[in-house]
């Protein structure tokens, strides 16, 4: 069985700061990963995705996340942060082969602070 | 506009009231899923749809049912709600042709059952 973990529940940091969001996973193949981002009162929006080829993956808003197999994790990561981006984010895995469902860790709650 | 609208947006009920939460894309998207969101929890899945007539069990799929008539639509029916069942829910969307697409969320219905 596939599953995410994020050992956070929330990360604070200070605007212009660099963050960084904690994911790790566990599939049996090879995973497609996922991160999205919730803001208060609204579905989820896809921020990016690891496929294959580089491991670090930019997406929007600044975004960035690092795919790395040997520790099976996929940290999300934003070189400065801003107040904007206090949000609830969620990584999520699916197995590549054949077509597993989509499964989200519980979420961390981002507070960058003034 | 590309969008997944789900209503109602807010939903009161009382144990064993039956009522359908409805889903709708105009993505003309093959997948569909129905997730919950619980704090501590993060988004467990419900049911999915992977074209019309064809759906199968997510993860927590005790008092749902769904249907998927058309293609669009994709409503989540409590024929007797519970008290455990007071969540908030999202639809979802997707092009099914690969499993590395992302999601597509509604902005969720938040369902109280007293």
């Known amino acids: 069985a596939q599953s995410v973990a994020q050992p956070e529940d929330q990360v604070n940091v200070a605007e212009g700061n660099p963050l960084t969001v904690k994911c790790t996973y566990s599939?049996?193949?090879?995973?497609?990963l996922f991160w999205y981002v919730q803001y208060p009162n609204r579905g989820l929006q896809f921020l990016l995705k690891y496929i294959t080829g580089d491991n670090l993956v930019k997406g929007s808003y600044g975004f960035e996340a690092e795919f790395n197999k040997s520790q099976t994790s996929f940290h999300l990561k934003k070189p400065s942060a801003l107040v904007s981006d206090s949000a609830l984010y969620f990584c999520?895995?699916?197995?590549?082969?054949?077509?597993?469902?989509?499964?989200f860790g519980k979420g961390t709650m981002l507070l960058v602070s003034p | 506009e590309a969008q997944v609208t789900q209503n109602p947006r807010y939903l009161i009920t009382v144990t064993g009231k039956k009522l359908t939460v409805t889903c709708s894309q105009n993505?003309?998207?093959?997948?569909m899923s129905w997730y919950r969101q619980d704090p501590g929890l993060g988004l467990r899945q419900i049911y999915y749809s992977m074209n019309v007539e064809v759906t199968d069990k997510g993860d927590v799929p005790e008092g749902y049912k769904v249907s998927r008539k058309e293609k669009r639509n994709f409503p989540l029916i409590l024929e007797s709600p519970s008290p455990n069942q007071t969540s908030l829910y999202f639809c979802?969307?997707?092009?099914?042709?690969?499993?590395?697409?992302?999601?597509?969320f509604g902005s969720g219905t938040q369902l109280s059952v007293l």
């Open positions: 979802a969307s997707s092009f099914k042709g690969r499993t590395n697409e992302k999601l597509f």
């Open positions: 999520a895995v699916r197995e590549k082969a054949g077509y597993s469902t989509l499964t």
């Open positions: 599939v049996s193949g090879n995973p497609y």
């Open positions: 993505m003309n998207h093959e997948y």
